[in-house]
C-alpha cells in the first residue's frame, strides 16, 4: 500500500484515523530476571505496552507485531509478560552454559538487555527498540531497531509505501552525499579509510519518521562501516522526501 497520502497528514490536525485513537495510551512492563549462580545472565526487558489494545483491531495488530519483534518469536498470540518468560527461557538454554563459565572465571555476568519506546506522529506509531549486552566474544553489542506502523490499518510501514517502488536506487547517492559531508570526504575511497563499506550503503528498512516529516535512517555497527565507526544516523529532511515523492 502507498502511503504517501498518509505521511502527508504528519502536519494535520485532524483525520479519522486519529479521532479514532486520541485515547491512544501506554504503560511500561519490566522484567528482570537473574540467572544461574553466581549470577551468571542478567535478563532485562522493558517494554512499552498499549493499553487496552484489543479496543481495537488495527492497535491490537501493531502490539502483537511488536511483542514478536522484542521477544524474538514468530506468530505469538499471548501477553508480553508470557512472551518474556518464553524469550528468557531461550536465552537460558543458549548461553547459560557458557555464561556460568565466564561468570565462575570472570566474577562478571553476561547481560542481555532490550528497552522499548513508543512515539506517535499522528497517524503513524514508530518503536525504537535497543538491544544491549554482553554474551561473549571481543566486545559487547548495542543496537537499535525502528519500526513504524500505520495507525489506521496497523500494518508496518515500509520505505517501498514511503516513496514507491524505485526508492532505494534514488536514496543511494543522497545518502552517500550526506555521508561524504558529514566525515568531510570526496569519494568511496576517502570513506572506506574511515572504516566504512562502501558497496553497502544502501537505503535501510530501520527508519522512523520525524515529528517535522523528516525520516532518520538508522545505520548500526557493521551495516555500513566497522564496529569502532559505532551507529552512524543520516537524516532527510520533509524537503528531500517532498521532492523524491514527486519524482
Known amino acids: 500500500m502507498n502511503i504517501a497520502r498518509t505521511l502527508l497528514l504528519v502536519a494535520a490536525t485532524s483525520c479519522a484515523a486519529c479521532n479514532r485513537t486520541d485515547d491512544l495510551r501506554f504503560r511500561t512492563i519490566r522484567i528482570d530476571r537473574t540467572l544461574g549462580t553466581p549470577p551468571a545472565i542478567e535478563v532485562t526487558y522493558s517494554f512499552v505496552s498499549i493499553v487496552d489494545a484489543d479496543r481495537n483491531p488495527s492497535l491490537q495488530a501493531i502490539e502483537r507485531a511488536d511483542v514478536n519483534r522484542v521477544f524474538g518469536l514468530e506468530e505469538f498470540p499471548g501477553t508480553p509478560r508470557e512472551a518474556a518468560r518464553i524469550a528468557i527461557e531461550e536465552l537460558s538454554a543458549d548461553l547459560l552454559p557458557a555464561a556460568q563459565t ?134 532527510l529532511t520533509r524537503a528531500e522526501f517532498d521532492s523524491l515523492r514527486r519524482e
Open 102 to 235: 565466564f561468570a565462575d572465571e570472570h566474577e562478571t555476568p553476561y547481560f542481555v538487555t532490550v528497552e522499548t519506546e513508543a512515539e506517535r506522529v499522528d497517524t503513524l506509531l514508530t518503536y525504537a527498540i535497543r538491544r544491549i549486552g554482553y554474551t561473549g566474544g571481543a566486545h559487547g553489542y548495542d543496537r537499535t531497531e525502528y519500526r513504524t506502523y500505520a495507525l489506521d490499518g496497523g500494518y508496518e510501514v515500509t520505505l517501498t509505501d514511503l516513496l514507491g517502488n524505485t526508492a532505494a536506487e534514488r536514496l543511494v547517492p543522497i545518502l552517500r552525499q550526506k555521508l561524504y559531508d558529514r566525515y568531510g570526504v570526496a569519494n568511496d575511497e576517502e570513506l572506506a579509510a574511515q572504516g566504512f563499506f562502501p558497496e553497502m550503503i544502501r537505503p535501510t528498512e530501520n527508519f522512523r519518521v520525524l515529528p517535522d516529516g523528516g525520516v532518520l535512517f538508522r545505520y548500526n555497527p557493521y551495516d555500513i562501516a566497522c564496529y569502532a565507526a559505532g551507529p552512524v544516523e543520516l537524516t
